[in-house]
């Protein structure tokens, strides 16, 4: 009875020792996924003739990959961030009609042959959904090479210590970037000679060229959904509205 429970304790420990060193690999190969230069848009029909398109501005994620695919990807977007470049139309798609619920969730659950397949929930709706992938790289980071300052600041990359001072800071400076944009955004909109996207912004230290971490990684994914498997505006015939919306999702990441 004695050497029984020892070969139970025994197994226990290999079980965990296992499943530590599983979640170490893990974290070992997950890319922080850099905002400033990541984007996730949609697209959908209008009058059955052109696309009308939208980007959310506010969103978050992580990614795990390893040997060339994709292990773990999650992410959510802020329903309030959407911008379709005309403010009376992004507060209508505020209503909800359109969307019920603040944010909208999506998490892989396989990757094989560069196709992803994940769960996205929209409205509290769950559906499986499918995004074919294109990776790029990973490469060594470019600007290792550019000077022994770029070195210096890319290996002591602040988003990969994400509990030091230089951390906070960094995404406190994406957040204002990103509240400059949303301002840039509500005062073009006034102008129809000038696209929001195409102004320049003259702070010089924009960080628009500076990608961290030793080793870089671009996805795009692409995919489509049904909004009436949402519940999106369901009074809306698809006529004047598509029923198809396209998603595509870029993101930047290094480790």
């Known amino acids: 009875m004695r050497r029984f429970y020892q070969y139970i304790l025994l197994l226990i420990f290999a079980f965990g020792q296992l499943a530590f060193a599983k979640q170490n690999t893990n974290n ?8 400033l230069h990541s984007s996730v848009s949609f697209g959908i029909k209008h009058l059955s003739v052109a696309d009308t398109i939208g980007v959310f501005e506010e969103f978050e994620g992580m990614l795990v990959f390893e040997q060339g695919e994709i292990r773990k ?9 959407i911008n379709t470049f005309n403010t009376a139309r992004d507060l209508d798609l505020q209503d909800s009609k359109f969307f019920s619920q603040d944010i909208a969730l999506l998490e892989s659950l396989s990757f094989q042959k560069n ?6 929930t929209i409205n509290n709706i769950t559906r499986e959904i499918v995004f074919t992938a294109h990776i790029t790289g990973p490469i060594r980071n470019p600007n290792l090479d550019r000077s022994n300052t770029a070195s210096q600041n890319i290996l ?11 951390a906070t800071q960094f995404q406190k400076k994406q957040d204002v970037a990103s509240t400059n944009r949303v301002a840039q955004f509500d005062s073009a909109i ?3 000679l000038t696209h929001p996207m195409m102004r320049v912004s003259n702070d010089s230290d924009c960080n628009c060229y500076v990608s961290y971490g030793d080793n870089v990684l671009g996805i795009e994914l692409f995919g ?5 498997d949402f519940h999106i505006a369901d009074d809306t015939p698809k006529e004047l509205l598509g029923d198809t919306v396209w998603i595509k999702i870029i993101l930047e990441a290094s480790r």
């Open 156 to 166: 002591h990359n602040p988003l990969l210590n994400k509990s030091s001072n230089q």
């Open 28 to 35: 070992d190969n997950e890319y922080i996924i850099d905002r």
């Open 115 to 120: 196709t992803l397949r994940a769960r996205l």
């Open 73 to 81: 990807l999650q992410g959510k977007v802020l329903i309030k961030s």
């Open 224 to 228: 489509t959904i049904n909004r009436f």
């Open 190 to 192: 006034n102008n129809p």
